[in-house]
Every structure is written in C-alpha cells, then in structure tokens.
C-alpha cells in the first residue's frame, strides 16, 4: 500500500511539473523543469522496480539533455518568442483523443507484477532455467543485459557515448564562442 502512495505522487508531481512548463515562458525555467520530470521520471521507474531504465533516464533525461538544452540556450535566446500566433483548437482535442485511445488499449493488460502475465509464464522461466547452459554466465541478469539484449544494451551504450560527444562539442564550441566575443569587444 505505501508503494502505490508513493507512486500516487509521483504521477502527480509529474502532472504538476508538465503543466509547470507549459505555462512557463523562460527558456532557463523551462529546462530546470524539465531535469525535474526526469528525475522524477527516474524516481517512477525506481518505484517500478526498472532500476537500470531509472538509470539512464537520469543520466540521458535529467543530465545530458539538459546540459545540452543549456548550452542551447547559451547560443541563443533565453526567453521565448512572443509572436501574434493563432490558437490551435484543435490541439487539445487531439491530445485528449490520444490519451483516450492509450488509456483504452491498456484495459486489457494483465496487472502489473502478477504470476499470470506472458513474461512470467514463457520469458522467465527460460532465461532462469537455460542462462548457465546457454551461455554460461551465472548471473541472469548479466546474461539478460549482456546476451540476451545484447544489441539492445549496445544501443543504450551508444546513445549515452553520442550524447556526452555532443555535450563535449558543445561546451567546447561555447568556449571559442566566448573567446571571438572577447576578441570584437576587446
């Protein structure tokens, strides 16, 4: 019971924070919001007993993507454009028909962690009973990650290296940036 507390307000805080951000106008505001619905994301999926998916949501989702929208905003403008812009009606609908039809396709689902679901029946029972004859490795969650995903965790690992060398031009472009802007006015 104190998980779904938990979780209860979490979903709330990321409700608060998303509206957060749509009202808010300041682009620095917008990306501190942002590192917080990560975080929080990350704490979510903790909850959720998805440690490793909590982990790269904090590393990608609160610090290399706000780094990267910082140094956005330090090579342009730190606050929005106000332009004479039309309202779109038929945005929140839209949204609000999405949502309907996601809401809608999870009624069918099993419930979350129960002995019934098709990973706990076929999934698990292999990857427990086959990982020291198939591949060796003792450890199944080592098996599962390094093995089993292997070209999915491949993937994670690349998306995380792309994204710190991104970080890295970027910072470093900031730098000569600065050093030409000191050269003109000095």
Request: charged share 15%; no cysteine.
């Amino acid at each position: 019971m104190p998980d779904t507390w938990i979780n209860i307000f979490l979903f709330t805080m990321l409700a608060a924070t998303a509206l957060a951000i749509v009202g808010v106008r300041h682009l620095f505001a917008v990306i501190m919001l942002f590192g917080v619905f990560s975080l929080l994301s990350a704490l979510l999926f903790v909850t959720l007993d998805a440690v490793d998916v909590a982990f790269t949501e904090a590393a990608v989702g609160a610090g290399i993507s706000t780094v990267l929208m910082l140094g956005t905003v330090a090579l342009t403008s730190r606050t929005e454009r106000h332009t004479a812009r039309k309202r779109q009606v038929w945005a929140l609908p839209l949204v609000l028909v999405t949502a309907a039809a996601l809401f809608y396709g999870t009624l069918d689902m099993p419930g979350f962690g129960g002995a019934d679901t098709p990973a706990q029946r076929h999934v698990a029972p292999h990857y427990l009973d086959q990982t020291a004859s198939e591949i060796g490795i003792p450890n199944v969650v080592t098996a599962v990650l390094a093995s089993y995903r292997g070209y999915d965790t491949l993937g994670e690992t690349a998306v995380i290296f792309t994204a710190g060398v991104g970080v890295l031009l970027i910072i470093s472009g900031l730098g000569i940036r600065r050093r030409r802007d000191e050269d003109e006015d000095g």
